[in-house]
């Protein structure tokens, strides 16, 4: 999955590095660096705060090579933004060392870039809320008192007299990082909103597809911008794109992708989604149909992800699925290569299937469309390239058909299904083989789990050492016997 700078939220929207060009300089050509983001008279404060010698810490020093481009608000914002967390982050650090000559040269530079921030982006924005201006005057008065407090530490001899001073700074730049954090967070806000409103606006059909580019950017710098978008109905206003036809594939695939990054399980926030029930139906509705027309993998990917947490936000959304017969349209994608020939994908639709599972009425869904075939195969699910992602992804597809199976199996109907295509075989192999499962803990514990289900059912199925080792014992003992297993055992 964070939240926006601020006391224990200091490093929390980072920036993507191929939207920063780092450089290791020295003090001259930092100030001369700097003189691109700063005024006149705040570069010659910084000229006289930085040492001339080069100390081992300071020649890690990072650094824009260039400032925000012009007109960018939002852009200027989270560049900013980043320089100003990194700083105060490091201030932190240097802090404490005790390193008051670069805790105090470092907080003049952040007096300089947090005083830049607010010039530059009143500039851009022409208007300011009563509240920003509140804020903005705290953060300039936190950086002001930072500054003078850390001078004059650098006069005091007396460790005592330190230690408390110490103490103080902490204090004022734990403030400044709220103060920093709240104009940020209200600024983004400000600005999401006027994409939101864009879209909302427009009629131009290239105006919306580049803006929801906009959108999707901005999730991609981490859970505040979610949090932002979500708060602001940003969701809302991609329905009416999801359902429009009249818009290209890849922009609806796009709001899919927002959609996607919005409402993930895994962000700490769920209260600014409320509205979100009220557009659900015709959201659910739009992305099946997205992923029973898509024309690539991609396309389904973005979609089927989109599904599959919104599975986790609501229940509702998996009678939706029923209704709509989601189960067809996902397992009939499944013998598609075009659509799903991924692990990354597989992961998507056994997500919800697994979801879906804790609904009585959807075993029979998945007898009718030989569902039990498929959660079979995806147990058998192996890496192409052996990369980590890929390879985590796999565990995550054999993990979740195990939970999928061992909840359809409530149904006779299909544990004896399950046992007919030999799944208990299957099961106990990938119990027994700690490579079959890339020694995935988390996998053991599923298809531990499931074989116990389809043994409740047909016992019959199984030997004697199987029942022994992997059913009778508690789960804990089945669970450390089979984690400790050589590969020669079996």
Same mark, same amino acid.
């Given at each position: 999955?964070?939240?926006?700078?601020?006391?224990r939220?200091?490093?929390?929207?980072?920036?993507?590095g191929q939207?920063?060009?780092?450089?290791?300089a020295?003090?001259?050509?930092?100030?001369?660096?700097?003189?691109?983001?700063?005024?006149?008279?705040?570069?010659?404060?910084?000229l006289?705060?930085?040492?001339?010698?080069?100390?081992?810490?300071?020649?890690?020093?990072?650094?824009l090579?260039g400032?925000?481009?012009?007109g960018?608000?939002l852009?200027l914002?989270?560049?900013?933004?980043?320089?100003?967390?990194?700083?105060?982050r490091?201030?932190?650090?240097?802090?404490?060392?005790?390193r008051?000559?670069?805790v105090?040269?470092?907080?003049?530079?952040?007096?300089?870039?947090?005083r830049?921030?607010?010039?530059?982006?009143?500039?851009?924005?022409?208007?300011?809320?009563?509240?920003?201006?509140?804020?903005?005057?705290?953060?300039?008065?936190?950086?002001s008192?930072l500054?003078?407090?850390t001078?004059?530490?650098?006069?005091?001899?007396n460790?005592?007299?330190?230690?408390?001073?110490?103490a103080?700074?902490?204090?004022?730049?734990?403030?400044?990082?709220?103060?920093?954090?709240?104009?940020?967070?209200?600024?983004?806000?400000?600005e999401?909103?006027a994409?939101v409103?864009k879209?909302?606006?427009?009629?131009?059909?290239?105006?919306?597809?580049s803006?929801?580019?906009?959108l999707?950017?901005?999730?991609?710098?981490?859970?505040?911008?979610?949090?932002?978008?979500?708060?602001?109905?940003?969701?809302?206003c991609?329905?009416?794109?999801?359902?429009?036809?009249?818009?290209s594939?890849?922009?609806?695939?796009?709001?899919?992708?927002?959609?996607?990054?919005?409402?993930?399980?895994?962000?700490?926030?769920t209260?600014?989604?409320?509205?979100?029930?009220?557009?659900?139906?015709?959201?659910?509705?739009?992305?099946?149909?997205?992923c029973?027309?898509?024309?690539s993998?991609?396309?389904?990917?973005?979609?089927?992800?989109?599904?599959?947490?919104?599975?986790?936000?609501?229940?509702?959304?998996?009678?939706?699925?029923? %209704?709509? &017969?989601?189960?067809?349209?996902?397992?009939?994608?499944? /013998?598609? @290569?075009? #659509?799903v020939? +991924? !692990?990354?994908?597989?992961?998507?639709?056994?997500?919800?299937?697994?979801?879906?599972?804790?609904?009585?009425?959807?075993?029979?869904?998945?007898? %009718?469309? &030989?569902?039990?075939?498929?959660?079979?195969?995806?147990? /058998?699910? @192996?890496? #192409?390239?052996? +990369? !980590?992602?890929?390879?985590?992804?796999?565990e995550?597809?054999?993990?979740?058909?195990?939970?999928?199976?061992a909840?359809?199996?409530?149904?006779?109907?299909?544990?004896?299904?399950?046992?007919?295509?030999?799944?208990? /075989?299957?099961?106990?192999?990938l119990?027994?083989?700690?490579?079959e499962?890339?020694?995935?803990?988390?996998?053991?514990?599923a298809?531990?789990?499931?074989?116990?289900?389809l043994?409740?059912?047909?016992?019959?199925?199984?030997?004697d050492?199987?029942?022994?080792?992997?059913?009778?014992?508690?789960?804990v003992?089945?669970?450390?016997l089979?984690?400790?297993?050589?590969?020669?055992?079996?």
């Amino acid at each position: 999955m964070m939240a926006l700078p601020g006391g224990r939220h200091l490093d929390s929207i980072p920036l993507p590095g191929q939207r920063l060009h780092l450089m290791q300089a020295d003090s001259v050509q930092r100030w001369m660096e700097d003189l691109k983001l700063m005024t006149e008279c705040e570069c010659m404060c910084v000229l006289q705060a930085k040492p001339i010698s080069l100390e081992e810490d300071a020649q890690s020093d990072l650094i824009l090579a260039g400032g925000p481009g012009p007109g960018d608000p939002l852009q200027l914002l989270l560049k900013r933004g980043w320089v100003i967390s990194t700083e105060l982050r490091r201030i932190g650090q240097k802090l404490a060392q005790d390193r008051w000559a670069r805790v105090h040269s470092m907080s003049v530079r952040l007096a300089c870039h947090a005083r830049s921030m607010v010039s530059e982006y009143s500039t851009l924005s022409r208007s300011s809320s009563q509240e920003m201006g509140q804020i903005e005057k705290l953060l300039m008065e936190k950086c002001s008192e930072l500054s003078a407090i850390t001078e004059r530490c650098l006069q005091v001899e007396n460790e005592h007299v330190l230690k408390s001073m110490k103490a103080c700074v902490s204090e004022t730049l734990s403030t400044l990082g709220q103060h920093f954090g709240q104009l940020l967070e209200l600024a983004l806000t400000r600005e999401v909103q006027a994409l939101v409103r864009k879209i909302n606006a427009s009629d131009n059909i290239y105006t919306t597809e580049s803006t929801t580019g906009n959108l999707f950017s901005l999730t991609q710098e981490g859970a505040p911008l979610c949090r932002i978008i979500a708060k602001v109905d940003g969701v809302l206003c991609l329905a009416d794109i999801l359902t429009d036809d009249s818009h290209s594939e890849a922009t609806r695939a796009e709001a899919a992708a927002v959609v996607a990054q919005v409402t993930s399980p895994h962000l700490p926030f769920t209260q600014h989604l409320s509205s979100f029930l009220e557009s659900m139906e015709e959201i659910v509705t739009a992305l099946v149909k997205l992923c029973q027309e898509a024309s690539s993998g991609e396309v389904f990917l973005l979609a089927s992800a989109a599904l599959a947490n919104i599975t986790f936000f609501d229940t509702m959304a998996c009678e939706m699925l029923l %209704q709509l &017969n989601a189960i067809r349209v996902l397992l009939e994608a499944c /013998s598609d @290569k075009q #659509r799903v020939d +991924t !692990p990354y994908t597989r992961d998507q639709i056994v997500t919800i299937l697994a979801n879906m599972s804790v609904l009585e009425q959807c075993a029979s869904d998945i007898i %009718q469309e &030989n569902g039990v075939q498929l959660i079979m195969g995806m147990l /058998s699910e @192996k890496p #192409r390239s052996g +990369t !980590p992602a890929e390879v985590a992804a796999c565990e995550r597809v054999q993990q979740k058909a195990a939970v999928t199976l061992a909840r359809l199996s409530r149904d006779p109907e299909v544990a004896r299904e399950a046992v007919r295509l030999s799944c208990m /075989s299957r099961l106990i192999e990938l119990c027994r083989s700690p490579s079959e499962r890339n020694s995935s803990d988390a996998v053991l514990v599923a298809c531990l789990a499931a074989l116990r289900r389809l043994a409740g059912v047909c016992p019959e199925g199984l030997q004697d050492s199987d029942f022994q080792q992997l059913v009778q014992p508690r789960l804990v003992d089945s669970f450390l016997l089979c984690s400790n297993m050589e590969e020669s055992f079996v």
